[in-house]
Every structure is written in C-alpha cells, then in structure tokens.
C-alpha cells in the first residue's frame, strides 16, 4: 500500500520535472504597416529570434499605414493580456498617448524604427536615422564633387524617421553650398505617391542631377520617373535601407538601376532580445541603435555576396528550424507517449497490488469462510440432531397423550353406561338426578376433547381419509342446528339459518364436516352472550357452496384472527379453549379442496366462512364413501339432560343463614356449587367478575367463592377490590381454580383472598372450608365484644381494625347526643344505613344501635364509680333522653338498677 502512494506521489513530480521550465509570454507587436518587404524582413527576424522561446509567442497586428487603426489594434492588444508591447508607430504624435497609457498601466513597452513623441517607453531599437541622412548626405556631396541639383522625397513627414533622415541630409550638405536642394517631396513612404510627386515638378528641373529618396520603394519610384522623364540626364538615384534577395535594393544598387543606398537594419531580432530581457529581468539598454553604412558599386558586390549568403545561409536556418520544429514535434509525442506509457505502466503497478493484496486478502477470506461454514455444519448438524430429538420426543408425547386419550375412552364408557341407566329410572331424587345428568353431559364432553385429539393424531400421521358421499348441505346443516336451538331459546340468542337455497347436492365427509359445524356453533355459543345473535349463512356461489357462521359475541383480536387455525393457539381472552378445534376444521375443509377463514372484531363479534368445491371431479376414488357407513354424530355431545326441566328446585337454607357470593363463569359449576350450598346458605350466583364484584357490594355477604379465570374482571382483582374497600374487607374470599402453581396460589393469597382451593377439588372439602371460614368469624366476633374490640385480634385486617376504631370514636364523640342515629354514623363513615349494620353485625355481632347502648352504658358505668354526678346528671351524659329510660335500660343489662349499682361498687 505505502509503495502505490509513493508512487501516486512521484507520478505528478516526474512530470513536472520533464515539463518545459521557460517563462510564457504574450508579446503584442503592433506593425504601422505590413506590406513591404522591409517589414516582412523585420518580422521574420522577430520570429526567427522567437524560436529560441518556445513557450512564448507574439501576437501581430498591421495598421496598414492608418494611425487610428494602430490607435485602436494597440487597446485591443492590451486588452488581450499581453505580457509586453513592441510598437511601430506610424506616426509619432497621434499614436503616442496609446502608447504611454501602455506604458504607465506597468505594461513594458518595446519602441522599433520609428518613434513617439514621449520618453514614455522601456526600450527603443533601430537605426540611428539621423545618421542615416547625414552619412547620406556626405555621400551625395561626394558623389557631386560639392555641385549639382537635388531633390529628396522623404517618407511620412509626422513619422520620426522622415524628420530625422530629412535632418541628416540637411546638416551634411551645409560645408557644400554648391549643392542645391531644389525640393522636398513628401512621398510617404510609397513608391506610387514618390513617383507622383516627382513627375509633378521634374519637368521644372531639366537640370536635376540627384534624387534621394528615404526608402527603397520610393527610390525605386523615381528611378522609373527619371528613366522616363529626363532619360538623358542620367539622374543619380540614391535610397535608404539596404534590403537584400531579388527585390531588395543591394540587388538595385548592383543593377545599376539606383547609384546607392544607405543602410537601415530592421532590427527585428534585437527588438526580441531587448524584450525578452526585460520580461526575464534581465540588464538591458534603453536605446539600442543600429549601425549604418553607404552601398554603392565600390561594395555592392561584396555586400550582395554576403547577403546572398546570409540569405542561403537564412534559408538553410529556416529549413533546419523546421526540421528541429518536426524533431521537436516528434519529441513532444514521444514523450507524451512515454508519460502515458510511465502513468499506464505505474497503473498496472498499482492495479497489480491491489490484485495481489485482494487475492491475499480473499484467501484469507475464504480461510476464515471456510472455517465459519464448517462451525455453522457442525452447529447446523447439532440443530439438526436436536431437532431429530425434539421431534422424537414430540412424537413420543402425541403417542402418549394419543394412547392416554384412548385409555381414557374406556373409563368413560364405563362411566357414561351406568350413568345412563340411572337416569332411566324414573323413582331417583331430583337432586340426584340433576347431579347424574352433570356427569353425564360432562363425561360427553370429556369424549369429544378425546376423540379431537384422537383426530388431530390421525390428521398428524396421515391417518384420516376423507369418506365422501353426496348429500344435501341444507337439510343437513338443519339438522345439525336442532340440538343448539333448545340452548339458544334458553339463553335468548338469535339462532337462525339464513339462505335462498332450499336444498344443495354436496359431496362431502357427514363426520368431518359435522365436526367443523359443531366446533364452530360451539365457539359462537360460547362467546355470544344472552340475547344476542348466531346467524348461519349458505350461499351457492359458481362452483362452491359457501357457510358462514356469525354471531355478535365478544368477536376476536387481530391476533386471534391470524392465530385463529394455528395448532394450540389460545387467544388473550379468559375463555380459553384447547386449541385443536380450529386447526382440526382447516384439515377437515382443506381435506375437501375446500377453504377456511377467520374474521370479525374484538367486541364485535367472529365470523368463521369455509367453502367447500361442489361436484367431485376433485375427489379420487378412494375418497368416496362405503354405503354402510353412519356418522357418529358430535351433537351427542351437545345433547345434555339441560332439557330436564322437571328437576327439582334446589333445597333453600333457612332464613338468617349466612349469604355467600359465587361468582363461576361455568354454567355447570356455579349450578353445581350453587346446589352444594343452598341447603345451608343464602347463595347469590354471578357468572362474570364485574356482576360477581356488584353483587358482593349490595349485598355485602359473610362469604365470597370466586373462580379465578373469569370474563370481564379476574377472580384476583375481585378479592383485592373486595379487601381494600371498607365496605367488604372484612369479608372472607374462598378463590377457587385450575391454576395449581405454588407462584399463583401465592399470587392469589396475596391478594389478601383468605383462602385458594384448586380444581378439582372435593365438595365436603369445600363445604367444610365454608363452614370454618365463617365460625372463625363467629369466634372472632365474640372475642371483640369487649372494650379493647379492634386491638385484641390478629386475624381482624388493618382496614376492619381501623374500621372499628373510627366507628367506636364517632360514637364517643357524640355520646351525649340522644338523636345520635344509625344514619348519622354511616355518613360520617363514607357508608349506607345497610351496608353500616352489614358490617358492624359481621365483625362483632351485634348491631350498631347495641354498640352505641352498650358504649353508653360503659361510659355510665365508669361516672357512677368514679365521679360524683347525679343519676340524672349521668343520664344526660351518656345520651339517655331521660333518667328513667337510662334506668329501665341499665336494669335491663345488668339486672340491678344505677342507683344500687353505684352504692354495690363504693
Ligand atoms: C518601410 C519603410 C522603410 C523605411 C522605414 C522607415 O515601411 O518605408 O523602407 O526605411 O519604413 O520607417
């Protein structure tokens, strides 16, 4: 990883290092004009010396002889990011400002050949123009031998060279007066202009000897004039500037077709020298003059040859730059390939790595992989085992409880068989015979939980087969619903079936979907409270018959939907079934191709729907049913002796006998328990808890039994509500249930329940526990009629003690009140006149009225022995209305008048 990133690192520096180290610069260069050959000379030199700067270049802009247009190519350039400016001016004064504004933003400034009118520039370089005249002027004075007539034909006259060349000529022809300068013709600088002027007074001059003009195309210019004008005067033509090749004037001068020429050097080549120092920072001279010199045939032959070969020598340079220019371009792709060939190369390094490290790291990977999939084998091989086991174990129970349930039939049998007999008789007590018709209905039922289990083994093992013959769907589901209708008149409930079809042909198995109806109707009986509905639907829809059994009973959660037809699924409610019903209906339906579901609301009511295909194209053969066979209908089950409405009342206990509360949602068993104590107490029943716990408060009973499991409030709830309110602490609560755990009976004692007998459980017991539970009350009673009543007994419960505490002080407090009423006392206690009596009667036996006389008398007790207060006076004190009700009163208890009491005691 480390030698990828150095490499990252080193990539961008290795070509940095290889990229070319030159400055780039911009240079402007604004040419006054560009046409002539001279200019063209001074830009190939320009370009020439550029090489040398690859990086650098220039950006060229011809005037074309116009100052404006310079004026405005110059903002251009400097508009153009230009690193320095190197400037022709065409003429000095209106191309100056420019120029300065250049200069003075801190752009440098490069004046060639011709001049501003300013000093506001970085460097000038060209020719010495001045010197250019003058050396000219010597010559002509020379060549006249200091007598003839001349006449010049100067450039521009606003540019610097002009004036200066114009100078020159003048100051050297001064020491020589028999020179005659007859003219000065402007020919600005252009052969046609030249020739134009010259034509217009050449005439006037017959006599001429010399022409000098300022620059090589105007000297050209009036060679032809004077060719053509004055052909015998053989008029000397002397130029400026010395520019060699073909058209050049050396070649003119060697033609013999002007006398001479003066040399002017572009100075293209140090102008880009001059430049790039000051770019560079580099010493440089702020005027750079360049030399001149005469050409005449004394040297022109030397100088042509030296051009000439400067020129060959030019052109040799030229091709050999443009062969080092292809050798540069081919080195520029090369390396360029080669860096792409370095950046590919040290990719594949690094691509390389990675793969290496990935292929490192993957093994380690699948190291680790393969050693995490053979732990989860060996985890999977032990779930497996285990499974196998729990399987087997699971199989072993269903074999036991299947074995154990068909161990249980026989007993039964032997159970339902005698118990039938009996019945037949006729001459067998009532009671006798509503306890015979309990244990028969109950011993039915106990068969159907058997046989659904035997079922649900056969289902488990792929046991049961499907016997299928046709029948009508209507007449049978009527059928079925004969047995629930005496239920439903009984407990008030809506029972109807509800369908257009008089009669529907249906294969299906008699026995199984007998059993789904019944478990269904069951269900709906069990959850439909009295007076409300069970609706069974049948509808011919296609090629289905749909049954739906609805009832408005407590309905189900969505959770109890979902879990509906899962195997021992028991719903949150109270009322818990086994669990086998439902699950065992599904297989029965989907044994028929058929469906099944569950639906409806808590608090609303359930809606089972199962839809069975018709026809039998769905059924094999071994499906159908032997004609010999008869279902064994599960309505036996539901046929109880509940029609036996000629039983007896049950015996009635006399009245004052003790009222016990029992709250027992099972129909059977609160009729059972009810039976088993009406002989000796006043029993009030209540099936749910919320009726059990009003029943115990209207009636505040001596007792209370209480089934643990129960609709509405729990058997718990009920005994700690029954315990915490003043009203009922102190009656005892006998909580009666299936759950045997040492933690619920603890649960259920701490709930302050006096006692937890568990099913099943023995009715002398239960009788007997009754009866003590409320001698120990009657024991307790008697030991509290005494003074210290609340405090001498552990088995009285705080609330009670405090009870009695509170009671026996309102009544002190108002002792002397003769109008001090039952009424009274229950308000100040938060209680009814009953429920007052009620309890006092059950805590000391004795009413309130007693307890108020009884205090009274004490207290008249204690004031006859201890103070010196009249009879009548005690009487007053102790609430009595008068002294002789006091007196007939104290007679009564204690057989002896106050008066002889006092005098027995002193
Ligand atoms: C070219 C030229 C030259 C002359 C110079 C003066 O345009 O006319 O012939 O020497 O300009 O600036």
């Not at 053969?621 to 089950?637: G, I, N």
Request: charged share 25%; glycine share 6%.
């Amino acid at each position: 990883m480390r030698f990828i990133l150095i490499v990252c690192w080193l990539l961008p520096l290795l070509w940095s290092c290889s990229a070319n180290t030159d400055e780039k610069y911009i240079i402007g260069f604004s040419q006054c004009t560009g046409d002539d050959e001279w200019r063209k000379a001074m830009l190939d030199g320009m370009q020439r010396e550029l090489s040398f700067y690859p990086n650098s270049h220039l950006i060229f802009k011809d005037a074309k002889a116009s100052s404006q247009t310079q004026i405005s190519q110059i903002r251009e350039l400097l508009q153009s990011d230009i690193d320095l400016l190197i400037v022709s001016p065409n003429e000095a004064e209106p191309v100056t400002p420019v120029v300065e504004e250049a200069y003075k933003k801190g752009i440098p400034v490069v004046v060639v050949d011709r001049r501003t009118a300013s000093s506001y520039f970085t460097a000038y370089v060209g020719g010495d123009n001045y010197e250019v005249g003058k050396t000219a002027g010597q010559y002509i004075a020379g060549l006249l031998k200091g007598k003839g007539k001349i006449i010049e034909i100067t450039g521009l006259p606003k540019s610097s060279p002009a004036s200066d060349r114009h100078r020159g000529l003048k100051d050297a022809l001064v020491p020589y007066p028999g020179i005659r300068h007859v003219a000065t013709l402007n020919g600005q600088w252009e052969k046609d202009i030249a020739k134009a002027e010259l034509s217009k007074i050449i005439t006037a001059h017959p006599d001429l000897d010399l022409v000098f003009a300022q620059n090589e195309v105007m000297a050209l210019g009036a060679h032809e004039i004077c060719e053509k004008m004055l052909p015998a005067r053989k008029v000397k033509i002397i130029g400026v500037d010395g520019l060699p090749g073909k058209f050049g004037d050396i070649q003119m001068v060697y033609d013999k077709v002007i006398t001479a020429t003066a040399l002017y050097p572009t100075g293209g080549e140090e102008a880009v020298r001059v430049a790039m120092n000051i770019l560079k920072k580099q010493p440089y001279e702020k005027e750079n003059l360049l030399q001149t010199a005469m050409i005449d045939s004394s040297n022109v032959r030397m100088i042509k040859m030296q051009t000439d070969k400067i020129m060959d020598q030019q052109s040799d340079i030229e091709r050999q730059q443009d062969r080092i220019d292809e050798q540069l371009e081919i080195y520029k792709t090369q390396r360029n390939l080669l860096y792409v060939m370095t950046g590919l190369f040290i990719i594949s390094i690094i691509l390389g790595s990675v793969a290496l490290y990935s292929l490192v790291e993957n093994k380690k990977i699948n190291r680790e992989l393969n050693s995490k999939n053979e732990e989860i084998l060996i985890q999977r091989n032990r779930i497996q085992d285990i499974a196998e086991k729990a399987q087997e174990a699971t199989e072993s129970k269903f074999r036991f409880f299947t074995n154990i349930s068909h161990e249980f039939r026989t007993p039964l049998t032997l159970i339902m068989g005698p118990v039938e007999e009996l019945l037949q008789r006729k001459n067998e007590h009532p009671l006798v015979r509503k306890n015979l018709s309990l244990v028969q209905k109950n011993a039915q039922r106990l068969l159907w939980l058997v046989n659904q289990l035997m079922d649900f083994r056969k289902i488990e093992s792929g046991k049961i087969r499907l016997q299928v013959a046709e029948n009508d769907i209507v007449g049978f589901i009527s059928g079925l619903m004969v047995p629930f209708e005496y239920v439903a008149k009984k407990r008030r409930i809506d029972f109807r079936l509800i369908t257009k079809i008089s009669a529907l042909k249906v294969w299906f198995d008699v026995d199984m979907i007998d059993k789904v109806l019944f478990n269904l109707l069951s269900n709906a009986f069990k959850f439909t409270s009295d007076f409300g509905r069970i609706y069974i639907y049948i509808e011919h829809t296609g090629n289905e018959v749909l049954i739906r059994v609805e009832d408005n009973g407590s309905g189900m959660s969505e959770a109890d939907v979902a879990g509906a037809f899962e195997m021992f699924y028991q719903g949150n409610d109270a009322i818990k079934g086994t669990g086998l019903g439902l699950p065992l209906s599904r297989e029965f339906v989907e044994l028929h191709q058929g469906t099944i579901e569950a639906g409806g609301t808590k608090g609303e009511g359930a809606v089972f729907t199962f839809r069975l295909p018709l026809g039998k194209a769905h059924l094999r053969l071994e499906d159908m049913a032997d004609a010999s066979r008869k279902p064994a209908s599960e309505v036996q089950y539901f046929t109880t002796n509940d029609h036996n409405d000629n039983q007896a009342p049950p015996e009635n206990a006399e009245s004052g006998a003790p009222a016990v509360v029992l709250i027992e949602d099972n129909e059977d068993l609160l009729s059972f328990l009810q039976s088993l104590l009406q002989p000796k107490y006043h029993v009030i029943t209540a099936a749910d808890g919320k009726n059990g716990l009003e029943r115990c408060l209207d009636s505040v009973p001596d007792l209370v039994i209480c089934d643990v499991m129960l609709p509405e409030m729990d058997g718990l709830k009920i005994a700690s509500a029954l315990k915490s309110d003043l009203r009922t602490s102190h009656i005892p609560v006998i909580l009666l249930t299936a759950k045997n755990s040492t933690e619920q009976q603890i649960e259920g004692m701490q709930t302050g329940a006096d006692m937890y007998i568990t099913k099943p459980f023995s009715p002398q017991f239960l009788l007997e526990s009754v009866r003590s539970l409320l001698t120990n009350r009657a024991i307790l009673r008697t030991s509290h009629v005494g003074q210290n009543m609340a405090e001498n007994s552990n088995a009285m419960s705080r609330l009670d003690k405090k009870f009695l505490n509170d009671l026996r002080a309102a009544i002190l407090a108002r002792l002397a009140d003769p109008s001090l009423s039952v009424e009274h006392l229950g308000k100040e206690m938060g209680l009814s006149r009953v429920q007052l009596f009620r309890k006092t009667k059950a805590l000391l036996d004795f009413s309130v009225n007693d307890l108020i006389i009884n205090m009274r008398l004490e207290k008249a007790c204690s004031l006859l022995a201890e103070s010196e207060l009249s009879i009548a006076e005690i009487a007053d004190q102790t609430g009595f209305s008068s002294q002789s009700y006091f007196s007939t009163v104290f007679k009564t208890k204690y057989a002896v008048s106050p008066k002889d009491w006092k005098v027995s005691i002193r």
